[in-house]
C-alpha cells in the first residue's frame, strides 16, 4: 500500500540496511574495534567544548517560552543577523538577516529551495560524482536531475559537458565543494568559467538558471586551501550550508540558505522559502541550536585530526598501489576500483572487514569512497588489511 | 521565477504577514500590552523545569559525537523503546521501538507519512474545520484533500457526509482530537462509528484506508476528559504525535510516528517512513532534544494555566452574548462570528487591539479562532474591550 515511487527507494534502502547490519555482524564476530567502518560520514571529532558552553549559557539566560518556542519560519531575526554579519566579515559580501534562513541541516535546506524554485519537468544539473540524495531531493518536486559524467582524472567538473547539457529547461545547477564523495575543491579557475558559462546560456535561453551551492564541508579543508564563496562569481547563487560538519552536530539538524539580493525574484524567492519551510513540515529550524550556532560562528571542530587522518590514509593506500586523487577537503577519499566492478571489490574488501561504498551510489562506478571521519587507530590498523587487500587485486593486476 | 504551485501560498503567506505586521503596528502605537493577540498558537506556558534538568544532565552525560551524530533515520533506538513502554503503560497497547520514528514534530511527521502513502491523485479525507495546513501537506505529494463539512452545533465529525465521500480513491483520512481550531475531542461513540464505516468502507472497496491522527494537543484536555487512543478501534491507525505543546517546545520540532503492527503493510510502511525522513530532509529528529524528551515522557507542561484561560475567556465572551462551545481540550476557542463574513468581523476587531483568526483559514467561514494561550492578564484586559465591540455588533444583530 505505500506510494509506488517509494518502493524503489525503500528496496534501495534495504540495500543500505544490509550493509549497516554486516557491519553489525561483523563486529559481533571480531568485535567493534576489528571492523574497519569507512561507510559513514558522521563526524566523528567531538564538537568544540564552546558548543557545550554556549548550550548551559542559552539554557540559563533565555526565557523558555521564546527559546523552545515557534520562530518566524526563517528562524530568529537575530541568529540570522548575526551569521549575516559573520559571513560578511568572512568574504566581504553585505547581505542582511533577510537574506539568511536557517534550515534544518543543509539537507532540509536544499529540500526547501527546490520546492520553491522546481516545476514538475524542470531540469537541474549536477556534476558525478554527486551526494546521492540529490537525486531524490529533485524528484521530490518533480524535477529531473541531470547528470554531467565525471572527469576521473581531476574530479573538476567537466564544462565542455556541461555546456552542451543546460536547456531551456534547467532551473537550477546543484554543486558541492568541498566533494563529497571525492574531497575536491572546485578551483577558482573553474568556478569563473562555469560562472561565465551559466551567463552566457541564460542569456541565450532567455532564462534564469540558479546556481545551488551545497556546502557542508567549506571549513573542513586542509593547507590553507581556499574555497570561493560562489555569491562574488555569479549573481543568482544560493548557498545552502550546514553546522553538521564544521561543529560537528549533523544530529541536531540545523544549517541556513542564503539568497542574496542580487539574485533574479530574490524578494519572492525569499518568501517561497519561508512559506516551503511551513509546508513541508520542517516550520523552522530548532530553536535551541538556532541559539547555540549563533554564539558559536567563529567556532569549528578540530580540523587536524582529520587531516591526520587524511594523510595516514592517503599516503598508506596510494603506497599499497591503489590510486586516488589527494583530497584538499571533506573527510573522503574516493579510491579507484581495481576491477571495473566496484561492488566485487566492496564485496571481497568485506572478508578483510572493510567496509566501503560502492561509487555507484554516487554517480560513479569504478570507484569506492571511505570516510576517514574514524578513529586514528582504526586507520593504523586497517592498513594492514587493505594491504593483504592490495596483495589480492594488484599483484593480480 | 518560483514554482507555479507556490505563488498562491506566498501570496497567502503575505496576508498573514500583513496581519502579523498589523499586530506589531498596533503595539507600537499602543504598547504591546494593549494588543490582544489571539492570532497565534504559541503555547505562553513555559516548559516544565525538567526539561531544562533533563537537558543538563543530557549534555553532562552523553559522549558529544554520539549526542549530536546522525541517528538512523528512525531516532535512537533506546528513546524510541522509552516511548512505547510510556504509550503501551499509558493505553495497553503493546508497541516495541519499530512502532515508533521520532520526527520534526508533527507536522514533519504527517509530511513523512503522507510522502509514504500516497500516489498522485489519492484523496485524504478530514473533517472542517480543519489545521489550515493540511491541504499543503496533501498536496506536496500529489494528493487530493477533501473535506467533511463541519457541524456546526457539535463540531463533532458528521459521520453521514463522511460515508458518502469515502471513495475507492480514499488512501487515508486526517483527524484532529483535541481539535485545532475548536478545542473539541471527539468522543468515543463518535470513534467507534468513525472505525466501524471504515470497516465497512474497506470491504466494500477492497481497499486499505488509513487514519491518520494528528495529536499534537491529546495531553492539553480539561475536567478529567478523556481522548481515545485510536490505534485501539481501527487497526489501520497512524498517530502523529508533538511534544510542541504537551511539554511547550514547538521550536525544537520533536515528535514521533506510531506505525502499529496491526497497519496493513507495517513493516513496508515504516520503512518508507525511515526513508521519507531521510529523502524530504530531515534525516533525522533533532538529537539533543530525542534524549531531552525521553527522560521526560512523564512531564507535561501546567495545564491549570490554560483552563483558567479557557474558563475566564469562554465566560467572558458567552456573557457578552457570543456564542461558541465550549473546547474540552486544546487552548482554542472558535467563536462564531456575528456576521455572515467574519473577515468583516476580525477587521472590526482589530479596531479594538483585538487579533483573531478568520474561520476560513480553517475551512469554516463564520467563525473566528481565538487562541488563549496568552497570558491572564491579556484576556482580562481584552474583556473590556470585546464589551465594546460586542455592543457594536449584538445590539444591531
Redesign the interface.
Known sequence: ??????KQ??AN??AIRAMFEEGNRLAGIYGKENVYDFS?G??????PEA??AA??SV?EEE???V?????TNSGYPEVRERIACHLNAQFGTAFTKENIIMT??A??????IL?????PGEEVLTFAPYFA?YR??VN??GGILTEVSPDTETFQPKLEEFEAKLSPRTKAVLINTPNNPTGVVYSESVIKRLAEILERKQKEFST?I?LISDEPYRELVYGGTQVPYLTKYYANTIVGYSYSKSL??????IGYLVIPDEV??SR??I??A???T????????????QKIVARCVEERTDISYYERNRNTLYDGLTKLGFSCVKPEGAFYLFVKSPVPDEKVFCETAKQYRILMVPGSAFGCGGYVRLAYCVSYETICNALPQFEKLAKEYLTAV
Open positions: 500500500m505505500i506510494a509506488e515511487n517509494m527507494m525503500v534502502s534495504s559513514l558522521n563526524p566523528n571529532v567531538p564538537a558548543v557545550k548550550a548551559f539554557l526565557e523558555p517560552t527559546l523552545h518556542g515557534y520562530t534544518v541541516g539537507a532540509g535546506g536544499l529540500n526547501v520546492k520553491s524554485l522546481l516545476n540524495e531524490a531531493y521530490n518536486y534564469t540558479y560537528s552536530l549533523p544530529g541536531e539538524r533574479k525574484d519572492e524567492l518568501m517561497a519561508a512559506v516551503a511551513r509546508i513541508l513540515g520542517f516550520v523552522n529550524a530548532p530553536t535551541l541550536q
